[in-house]
């Protein structure tokens, strides 16, 4: 078993910036690829970003593409979502993800969620 925390989330302007972090342990050595998702109110989960977690190769959507940097600490077990530029477009709960396979952009790839943390942007 794999348990993920996020923490970070929080209500911000318009244009600022979050740092979202994601606390992996357990079979942390079972991990192939760590992803961030998003979900808004009444809508299915949408996919943000994902990283490799020993070879740091990434992916993100493209309405993030530029904005937001996905990136993992290996010696701490923790993955780190870097939002910039912020939207009010960008308000929903943000789910960490872990996958013991290949995974990207579907959520039914990962095989362990995070309980979620909330990002508001106001304008």
């Known amino acids: 078993q794999v348990q993920l925390v996020e923490s970070g989330g929080g209500l911000v302007q318009a244009g600022d910036s979050l740092r979202l972090s994601c606390a992996a342990s357990?079979?942390?050595?079972?991990?192939?690829?760590m992803g961030w998702f998003r979900q808004f109110p009444g809508k299915e989960r949408e996919f943000v970003a994902a990283?490799?977690?020993?070879?740091?190769?990434?992916d993100y959507a493209d309405s993030v593409k530029g904005r937001f940097t996905i990136s993992r600490d290996n010696a701490k077990n923790t993955v780190y979502l870097q939002a910039n530029s912020l939207k009010p477009e960008d308000t929903a709960a943000y789910y960490c993800?872990?996958?013991?396979?290949?995974?990207?952009?579907?959520?039914?790839?990962?095989?362990?969620w995070g309980q979620g943390t909330q990002v508001t942007v106001s304008s």
């Open positions: 357990g079979r942390t050595f079972s991990i192939y690829k």
């Open positions: 990283i490799t977690w020993s070879g740091g190769t990434t």
């Open positions: 993800a872990a996958s013991t396979g290949w995974a990207t952009y579907y959520d039914r790839q990962y095989d362990y």
